[in-house]
């Protein structure tokens, strides 16, 4: 009993399989987390070393060129890139993707093993450390406040923070721009000088007097005691009171030199929102959790945190991540469902049944529903690819049914039960709709071998239309046939609502199929004007070419700007504050409700700040965080307002570096577009001229909104030159004497002050008047080990200078990279404009310029995809021979194939669109898609070949009879894709490419496969048959010369005759 | 006693099974794919590419009364869907055992 013999006889088993099928995809629907994009495993490993006291090119020649020539020979290596600034190394590799991280970072550590003996022998061992996507916060929140600004941190780390933690799938929690509090011993150096008295001493003295020391346990009569001596000190204050040593026999008091502030931290990274000082607190998911789900437990428990919180403290929402997935997953399930739609319309208005019509449409969800049961099982997660993927499918999935439920509904309009016309019909064409599946898987199978950065969104698309495909084929095989053989039925009478209605459809599709079948017999006795002018059609299309500019990713509007600014080193933070809240002033005014939250930090972090310590920070840097509402709910584009804001910024010429990050930052999927030009060489000077060259040159090209210099300028910094003969003199060497300067400038942390079960450092150190000129530090006293003090000035001078900037090096050389960011232009007008630039200037030796960033990924993604289109066609072909069991069949065709590109060109061309990955993706689907129209052609037409017809009447019988399925199917397609390409909704500029392309590419391939295929077909099998003939007109030719040259020719003749001979003798 | 032939497409076999139960024709022989096409215009039933449909035959052996009767059913039968085809042939039995 075949599948669908036992498919059709046992319906209950038949509908309770697919229904099991369908619960569970419902089910891992539930559990399947909710993304943006697919989970792009980290590709990146940096290494750390730090060296103290060596400068930017002690570490480059000592630790990091050491290092890198090591890490080169790693496997998979892509670039390695260096920055050694003072005391630190930090190198960042930058693998292929698609490569287990495991494995490289286990190779990296033995090559450091390697080499770690090499490294000078104060340099610390390098660390190793991964980047992950998790480190990027998923929500910020915002916290203003008024009285309680100085207590804030603890309120906000007993009351929002230590609870958020406990939701489950949050990783850190950081708050900042709230300063932590700190005890301060503040000491005056006149009194200490008096009274001989030292910081260190100091702080030695209330770490030994702030401790409690446990006793043991002692025993009175029967009873065992513990003892104790609790010395910890119960109030600061209390301090005062502590003897710090003695001067001329009598005690002195620490009250006596130095006064105790219970106070804040001194240098602290500030936090505003929306204009009112407070501060943020950083969430961050931990490895692998569901961020949408965090992101709305986080949003859930706000309500109850603010309850517990002061009234003048206010918490609000600066940036979540989860609203802008939320609502692009919102955009695009509604797609899917006009998808669902449309496609379900089609189908009507072609069958004009309501049965068949349900019947097909039932494969629409089944399939995509399944397909949840692999993503739940492959880890993966509802995401823009996967869903844009269902959107894909909808119009493919009912083809197969289509296919079966025609020929069935044939077999029952010949008088078949509709039982055996479902077993015997689907029959029949079983063969001819696996093979239209194994085309589409392969096309999408190969996708899932990319490599490099679109392979990782390509792997799960592919896998998933492998998925669906077979579903719905293994669905249109068993489940379509047993329903036909359910619920259709010979159709006796119609209802005269339904004819009045459907009648003027029917006249009209009849009247199509004329005209069609008029057009194509035309065609095919005018071969050559025809093929002509498809083959000019295509080079006209060839010509837009040139018209098209090219992007990485389509730029997307999620509502986020993110801005960094930077004044000149050394700007005290109050000024910093000044321009930052006139800036956020003025952006409020502007964009009053459209701003949903404004809020920037500016100062040092402090260390136990991981989030804030690990990106630029310091007095003079700026950075502002802006939300605005959803793209649907606002005029202006995310562009422009990024355009505006940099206007804005170009005003304040005391600002050094402007960099307005659309979408809140650089890099990843879906920012604004960016030319990087990366400068090699090794000389600073020349190097700083040629980016201060370019960046100038590039900031006239119109559409370059802005540009960075990765280089910083050099630092101004004070340095205590020691002389070390001096130092010796006095017993004194290097480091006691720089201990003794940290110790008073930046503090001593004496010990810790506990209260309420938190700690919080004692630091001793000079009064803050006391530490603002040189002069303060000159007149540090440093004491020799027998109590003699001598001063800074006595021992070493005070200098000012410049500290070197950062070096950066890139695949072993120096490099400086100029970033272009670029508005209202695409990234391929970007690079010329810039490539135009670098080739009129005149490089000095041994400098070159290179284009790197992301259209280097382009170009590398642009190629894979090409590699892969090959690989594809000839899969495809190998398929369709197969299938066929002929060559020349699949060639014609494959002349579909180059009508697909050039429908996708002239879309594009049309509607402005730059070609994206996305649109190349759409272009690498259409190859599936296309030949299928091509293949039901030709598969008819060999039919009615076999049955006899001539090659005109048998194009011509099967174009009429091949048009309406030929159309279904493509109207399906398309129409599914056509909310894809028009729709409005958030994240929506990330698929229209993909939409565009395929619509454009399938209309002008289906309205030309539909003639030229014919038509070809025709040139083909004409040369066929003239061919045989000629071929049987020589055999026969041939023949007939044997048969007259038989007795001369052949040794059998010969040898017969002998036996004739014989046999007359015998006779005779 | 004689024996019935009947070729038919596919199709037909429930219904052709019916008919032999009712006219309580127990014995019959059954092949279930066989190909062949029809005199006049009779579509032919290859399961090949171009003509993917199959018959199938059956053969019965009744007694002469029976005869009639069942060519009659078989008829309208056809008569009602000719599209499918099928036919019915007699023969005489000449020895059983």
């Known amino acids: ?56 090119s002690d570490i480059e020649n000592n630790v990091t060129r050491p290092l890198e020539n090591t890490l080169n020979a790693v496997e998979h290596l892509k670039h390695i890139t260096s920055e050694s600034r003072e005391n630190t190394s930090v190198i960042t590799l930058e693998f292929e993707y698609g490569n287990d991280i495991e494995v490289i970072t286990n190779d990296v550590r033995d090559k450091l093993d390697m080499i770690s003996s090499m490294l000078p022998d104060e340099a ?64 005056d150096p006149n009194k200490m ?84 000082q407070g501060a943020m607190i950083v969430i961050q998911k931990q490895t692998g959790a569901n961020s949408v789900q965090i992101a709305q437990d986080v949003k859930k428990m706000l309500p109850t945190l603010q309850k517990q919180l002061p009234t003048d403290v206010k918490l609000g929402v600066i940036v979540d991540t989860s609203d802008n ?72 999935v009912v083809d197969d049914a289509i296919v079966v439920l025609e020929n069935v509904t044939t077999h029952i309009e010949r008088g078949s039960d509709p039982k055996q016309a479902a077993i015997h019909g689907t029959n029949e064409v079983a063969i001819s709709v ?33 998925v669906i495909m077979t ?113 956020t002033r003025k952006w409020q005014e502007r964009y009053g409700e459209d701003m949903d939250a404004i809020n920037f930090k500016v100062g040092q972090a402090s260390d136990d700040d991981t989030f804030n310590s690990l990106s630029d920070n310091g007095p003079h840097i700026i950075n502002f965080n802006i939300s605005f509402v959803p793209s649907t709910d606002r005029e202006k584009g995310l562009q422009e307002i990024c355009d505006e804001m940099r206007a804005d910024l170009a005003q304040y010429p005391e600002l050094v570096k402007t960099d307005v990050i659309m979408g809140g930052q650089h890099g990843g999927m879906g920012g ?54 001096k130092l010796a003199l006095h017993g004194l060497n290097l480091t006691t004497a720089a201990t003794y300067l940290r110790n008073r400038i930046n503090g001593a942390t004496a010990s810790y002050y506990r209260e309420d079960g938190d700690e919080y450092d004692i630091k001793v150190r000079y009064e803050p008047d006391q530490r603002t000129s040189v002069e303060a530090l000159e007149n540090v006293v440093l004491y020799t080990a027998n109590g003699k003090g001598v001063r800074v000035k006595d021992v070493g001078t005070v200098v000012e200078r410049f500290s070197p900037p950062t070096i950066e090096r890139k695949d072993r050389e120096r490099i400086v990279t100029v970033d272009a960011v670029l508005s209202g232009i695409a990234l391929s007008q970007g690079v010329a404009a810039g490539n135009a630039i670098i080739d009129k200037m005149e490089l000095p030796q041994g400098i070159f310029i290179k284009v790197a960033g992301s259209y280097e990924d382009q170009q590398e993604s642009n190629r894979d995809l090409g590699t892969l289109a090959v690989l594809i066609v000839i899969l495809v072909f190998i398929v369709m021979a197969a299938q066929f069991e002929s060559l020349t069949y699949p060639f014609i065709i494959m002349f579909s194939i180059p009508f697909a590109f050039s429908g996708i060109i002239l879309a594009l061309f049309l509607t402005g669109t730059p070609l994206s990955i996305m649109s190349l993706l759409g272009g690498i689907m259409l190859i599936g898609i296309v030949v299928k129209n091509g293949i039901v052609l030709i598969d008819y037409i060999l039919l009615c070949r076999e049955r006899g017809m001539g090659i005109i009447r048998a194009v011509t019988t099967s174009g009429r009879s091949r048009l309406r399925p030929v159309l279904m199917t493509t109207l399906t397609t398309i129409l599914g894709m056509v909310p894809m390409a028009v729709g409005q909704g958030v994240g929506a500029e990330m698929w229209r490419p993909l939409g565009v392309a395929v619509i454009g590419g399938l209309t002008v391939s289906t309205v030309l496969t ?40 052949t040794r059998v003749k010969a040898s017969g005759r002998i036996r004739h001979h014989h046999d007359d003798s015998q006779e005779s | 006693m004689k024996s019935v032939m009947i070729t038919f497409d596919q199709a037909f076999y429930e219904r052709i099974i019916e008919t032999l139960d009712r006219m309580n024709c127990r014995g019959f022989t059954y092949w279930q794919q066989v190909q062949g096409r029809g005199s006049k215009t009779g579509e032919p039933h290859y399961g090949s590419h171009a003509w993917p449909s199959m018959c199938s035959a059956i053969m019965t052996v009744v007694d002469d009364a029976k005869v009639d009767p069942l060519l009659e059913v078989l008829h309208a039968m056809d008569q009602e869907t000719e599209m499918l085809g099928l036919r019915a042939f007699v023969w005489n039995v000449e020895k059983t055992i």
């Not at chain 1, 003639?1011 to 030719?1037: D, H, Q, T, W």
Request: glycine letters at 6%; proline letters at 4%.
């Open chain 1, 1 to 56: 009993m075949s599948l669908y013999e036992g498919a059709v006889k046992k319906p209950i088993m038949t509908t309770l399989c697919f229904v099991a099928v369908m619960i569970l995809g419902l089910f891992s629907l539930t559990k399947l987390p909710v993304d943006l994009y697919p989970d792009i495993d980290t590709n990146m490993i940096m290494v750390v070393t730090t060296y103290s006291g060596a400068s930017a």
């Open chain 1, 124 to 187: 610390n061992t390098p660390i190793i450390f991964k980047f992950s996507s998790d480190m990027i916060p998923i929500v910020i929140l915002s916290v203003q406040a008024e009285e309680s600004r100085s207590a804030l941190y603890k309120i906000l780390d007993d009351n929002v923070a230590n609870p958020l933690a406990r939701i489950d799938g949050v990783g850190t929690v950081s708050i900042s721009g709230a300063p932590e509090r700190e005890i301060n011993v503040y000491m």
């Open chain 1, 193 to 276: 000088e008096a009274y001989g008295i030292t910081v260190e001493a100091v702080s030695q003295v209330i770490a030994q007097e702030n401790k409690n020391v446990p006793g043991g346990s002692f025993d009175i009569g029967n009873n065992t005691y513990p003892l104790r001596v609790e010395g910890e000190f119960a109030d600061p204050q209390q301090m005062k009171n502590i003897i710090v040593g003695t001067h001329n026999g009598a005690p002195v008091y620490l009250r006596d030199v130095a006064r105790i502030v219970d106070g804040v931290q001194e240098r602290a990274q500030k936090a505003y929102n929306e204009g009112v």
């Open chain 1, 325 to 396: 997935i939320l609502d692009t997953i919102n955009s695009l399930t509604e797609t899917i469902l006009y998808a669902i739609l449309f496609v379900v319309i089609v189908v009507f208005v072609f069958l004009g049944r309501w049965r068949a019509t349900l019947i097909i449409c039932i494969t629409i969800p089944m399939s995509l529903i399944a397909s949840f049961i692999y993503l739940l099982i492959a880890d993966g997660s509802l995401n823009m690819i996967s869903l844009s993927c269902l959107s894909i499918a909808i119009g493919s």
């Open chain 1, 434 to 466: 696996v093979a239209s599946t194994l085309t589409m898987i392969a096309v999408f199978f190969p996708l899932t071998m990319v490599t490099g950065m679109s392979g990782v969104l390509f792997e799960q698309l592919g896998w998933m239309m492998c």
């Open chain 1, 471 to 583: 579903i719905s084929t293994i669905s249109a095989l068993t489940f379509t046939p047993m329903l036909c053989s359910q619920m259709l039925r010979l159709q006796k009478k119609q209802s005269k609502v339904f004819l009045y209605l459907y009648a003027p459809v029917r006249k009209s599709l009849d009247k199509l199929d004329d005209l069609y079948a008029r057009l194509l017999d035309w065609g095919v006795r005018h071969r050559k004007t025809v093929i002509a002018s498809c083959a000019a059609l295509f080079l006209a299309s060839l010509g837009c070419c040139s018209g098209i500019n090219s992007e990485f990713f389509p730029t997307s509007d999620n509502g986020r700007v993110a801005v960094n600014l930077e004044l000149p080193i050394g700007t005290r933070v109050e000024f910093a504050e000044k321009i930052s809240l006139e800036l």
């Open chain 1, 672 to 725: 604004q577009a960016m030319a990087s030009f990366e400068i090699y060489g090794y000389d600073f000077n020349q190097t700083d001229k040629v980016a201060k060259e370019l960046k100038t040159k590039l900031e006239e090209v119109k559409g370059v909104a802005q540009v960075n210099i990765s280089r910083s300028d050099y630092q101004p910094e004070y340095q205590v030159d020691f002389d070390r003969e």
């Open chain 1, 1010 to 1049: 539909l003639i030229l295929v014919p038509v070809a077909y025709c040139s083909f099998a004409g040369n066929g048959v003239a061919f045989k003939r000629k071929k049987m007109k020589k055999a026969r030719e041939l023949n007939a010369y044997y048969q007259s040259h038989k007795d001369k020719m």
